[in-house]
């Protein structure tokens, strides 16, 4: 370690307190992926107490010229969250800035530190009476901090929007440590550029988001959720027009699956009971949730027209509606297990994208076929959330051979067969996972290079020093 380096430490145990800045022992849980492909070498963990601390850290590493991994649960797909293997860069842990600082009730709004768990804020809104509707499977770990630095999706878009339609403020540490207070929670604020959008979704590489105001809703009365049967993906989309028309604003979840998908699910979970599982007439299923401000009765009223008109258009053969929360939950439990199952099946490739929902089931169609057509054997783990245009078209190793020289000899050109086929259909390369370290080139070849051009004259102008994530997003 040169003397810059100890130095820097010995500040930053000043400024975090010596029990907050991590050196030695087991750091994997900070220093390696959520998928188990990357490993780094932080030059130390920092955890901060308050937004002071973030801003005194920053201010420190920017003196000595040192990169900044901002890190929430590190629960991110897309490799931004852990340190390179150069032992030279620090990681940012939020994980102690977790209060909930305020709850305004009549302006229907949360203000909360980055590090807060998703499911933790969940759970304080709901004790208040409200609903915060962001939810992923992986809430148990992930924080609002992370969230909103991704721009997460999660299961409930078709209704409340990615994570950036729910912030309504943020607090920033900026890269060279100063903080800028925006969480007022207006609605309404046309005064300049948009710095909060820009922070969202900006994965680390601009500043380090301490706190958020984000908006709150009324909890639903009722809740129904159903599973349904349909003869193609065709129908699903036909499905989802009618559930627009039928459900309005009370469509709050719309999920797709096909039934290779599934089938792993059923092999892998056998306790999980899969409705519809191995029915040739139903190649996909979807998921269906509905909310309601009125009664459960009303819901599943409503519920059971759409249901009608489908079954009499033909776009839904068999369907089931939960009769409780507990069938709900293990519907989506359903859902939510297909990633676990497809890990159970062994290695594969993974693909996050969004199509325009109209084109879907032509993207599917070709690229299926272009996949089978290329590589005989090839599995294909279609399934994702229909009603914002995004699947998981993942591709597993065909079921004969090795695994492991599968993803090394092909999957750069599977990724490069199903990322020009998304760009053929107006597509986008990431829909919610972002960009991180894994898809930097395809940010490279697929964006514009207007586009591109902007973005690095953002970064530039903001970071000039480039210690914020470097070489995630974008490379210097
Ligand atoms: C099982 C599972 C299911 C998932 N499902 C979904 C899903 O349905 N939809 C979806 O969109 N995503 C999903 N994800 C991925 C999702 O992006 C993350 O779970 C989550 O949003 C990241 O939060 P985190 O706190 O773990 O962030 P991290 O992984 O710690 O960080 C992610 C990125 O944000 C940056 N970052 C983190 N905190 C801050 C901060 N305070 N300030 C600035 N930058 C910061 C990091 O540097 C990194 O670039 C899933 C992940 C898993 C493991």
Redesign the pocket.
């Known amino acids: 370690m040169t003397l810059t380096m100890t130095a820097l430490i010995d500040q930053l145990r000043t400024i975090v307190g010596d029990a907050h800045v991590l050196t030695e022992g087991d750091l994997t849980a900070w220093e390696q992926d ?1 998928r188990k492909r990357v490993r780094g070498k932080a030059l130390a963990v920092v955890r901060p107490g308050d937004t002071a601390q973030v801003a005194a850290v920053v201010k420190a590493c920017a003196a000595a010229g040192t990169a900044i ?9 897309a490799v ?2 852990t340190p390179d293997a150069s032992g030279t860069q620090i990681v940012l842990s ?1 994980q102690r800035m977790n209060a909930i600082r305020t709850i305004d009730a009549a302006n229907l709004t949360v203000t909360v530190e ?1 590090g807060c768990i998703l499911q933790t804020l969940q759970e304080q809104a709901e004790k208040a009476g409200f609903l915060f509707p962001l939810s ?3 809430e148990g ?3 609002i ?3 909103l ?2 721009n ?4 409930q878009v078709v209704r409340y929007g990615n994570t950036r339609d729910l912030c309504l403020g943020l607090e920033v540490v900026t890269p060279q440590g100063e903080i800028w207070e925006g969480t007022s929670g207006l609605r309404k604020d046309n005064t300049g550029y948009d710095l909060r959008d820009l922070l969202i979704g900006s ?2 590489t601009l500043g ?2 301490t706190a958020a105001t984000m908006k709150l809703y009324p909890m639903p009365v009722a809740q129904l959720t159903a599973w349904a049967a349909l003869p193609s993906l065709d129908h699903a989309v036909t499905l989802l027009g009618l559930a627009h028309k039928h459900l309005g604003a009370g469509l709050t979840g719309f999920e797709v699956m096909g039934q290779f998908a599934l089938s792993l699910v059923g092999k892998h979970m056998p306790q999980l009971r899969v409705p519809f599982l191995g029915d040739a007439a139903a190649p996909y299923c979807a998921l269906l949730e509905i909310s309601d401000n009125e009664s459960e009765d009303h819901a599943r009223a409503r519920f059971e027209a759409l249901l009608e008109t489908a079954f009499e258009d033909g776009c839904v053969t068999d369907a089931v509606v939960a009769e409780n929360l507990t069938q709900a939950h293990q519907l989506w439990h359903i859902r939510e297990s297909i ?1 676990l199952a497809q890990a159970e099946e062994g290695l594969n490739i993974k693909h996050d994208i969004s199509i325009g929902v109209s084109r879907i089931p032509a993207f599917v169609a070709e690229t299926d076929a272009l996949l089978q057509r290329e590589i005989p054997g090839v599995r294909l783990v279609n399934f994702g959330h229909l009603g914002d245009g995004n699947l998981h078209y993942n591709v597993q190793a065909p079921a004969e051979g090795d695994a492991k020289a599968f993803l090394r000899d092909e999957e750069e050109r599977v990724n490069t067969l199903v990322y020009d086929a998304v760009e053929k259909f107006g597509g986008s390369f990431s829909a ?3 960009v ?1 370290e894994l898809k930097v080139h395809k940010l490279e070849k697929h964006k514009s290079p207007v586009a591109l051009g902007m973005m690095r004259a953002i970064k530039r102008g903001l970071d000039p020093q480039n210690i914020m ?1 470097p070489g ?1 997003v974008l490379r210097a």
Do not use: K, Y
């Open positions: 959520w991994v901002a890190q929430g649960g590190n629960t991110g797909l931004g969250s939020l980055a992923l499977a992986a770990s992930c924080t901090g992370g969230n630095a991704t997460a999706g999660g299961t994965e680390g380090i988001i990633p919610e996972h972002g991180g994530n995630r």
